[in-house]
């Protein structure tokens, strides 16, 4: 029964992933306009960050749509295909839950010790990435 269950989801979601992928490629907005200098200060910034992410998750295109309004190449974790990732976030975030926004930092130049913070809830990840990128600079 349980395998029945399992298969039936697996289908729906055969089904519904290109409907929902193809939406989001027809809604996607076009990215803000920023000076070269800008996006390159944009970019490097960017290389702090991953999503954690499912393909087919209506919560990650959300924040994919908000990631390219803002003109984000913010690099993308498949966690639902790809162990190592899924395993990252499970031992890292704490939970196998999408999308989550990893967020590295360098405690100093001297000693790149990488700390950071596993940020859940596409809402919480949209006001982050607003508050730090809206703006042509990155604060
Ligand atoms: N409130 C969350 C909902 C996220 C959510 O439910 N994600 C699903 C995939 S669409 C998930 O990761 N489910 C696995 C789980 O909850 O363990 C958000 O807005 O980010």
Redesign the pocket.
């Known amino acids: 029964m349980r395998l029945f269950i399992r298969l039936f989801f697996r289908l729906i979601r055969l089904i519904l992933t290109p409907f929902m992928l193809l939406t989001e490629w027809l809604t996607t907005p076009k990215a803000m306009i920023r000076s070269p200098e800008q996006q390159a200060e944009v970019n490097a910034a960017c290389q702090q960050l991953a999503l954690y992410q499912?393909s087919?998750?209506?919560?990650?295109i959300?924040?994919r749509k908000e990631m390219a309004r803002l003109g984000l190449d913010i690099e993308k974790r498949d966690?639902r295909h790809n162990a190592s990732h899924r395993n990252d976030l499970q031992n890292g975030g704490g939970?196998?839950?999408?999308?989550?926004l990893r967020i590295t930092a360098t405690t100093s130049e001297t000693a790149p010790e990488r700390t950071g913070q596993w940020l859940?809830?596409?809402?919480?990840?949209i006001r982050y990435l607003r508050q730090r990128f809206a703006g042509n600079t990155p604060t």
Do not use: M, Q, T
Not at 95 to 100: A, D, I, M, N
Not at 120 to 125: L, N, P, R
């Open positions: 499912f087919a998750c209506p919560f990650c959300k924040v966690a939970r196998v839950k999408v999308p989550c859940y809830e596409s809402d919480d990840i």
